[in-house]
């Protein structure tokens, strides 16, 4: 699945859970609703620094709009 289209899914998923519409979100954002409308159905690619403006009026962190990792790392501890 397309990275831009989980951010926007997620970001859409966070802003109706919060109660604001795309209007509101625009207006303490400082995007504009046509951004934001674009954001959720995956038209944008943002930076690292908009998600970060995105996530503060949702007091909220960036990582909450990427995708869970299909799977974890596991780090082993050598024995002495």
């Known amino acids: 699945e397309d990275m831009r289209t989980v951010v926007g899914r997620n970001v859409r998923r966070l802003r109706k859970a919060r109660g604001m519409t795309q209007e509101r979100y625009a207006e303490i954002s400082g995007f504009s609703q046509q951004y934001i409308s674009d954001l959720e159905r995956g038209l944008r690619n943002p930076t690292v620094m908009t998600l970060f403006e995105l996530a503060s009026p949702l007091n909220d962190h960036p990582r909450t709009f ?15």
Do not use: D, T, W
């Open 66 to 80: 990427s995708p869970e990792p299909k799977f974890r790392p596991q780090v082993r501890v050598a024995k002495e």
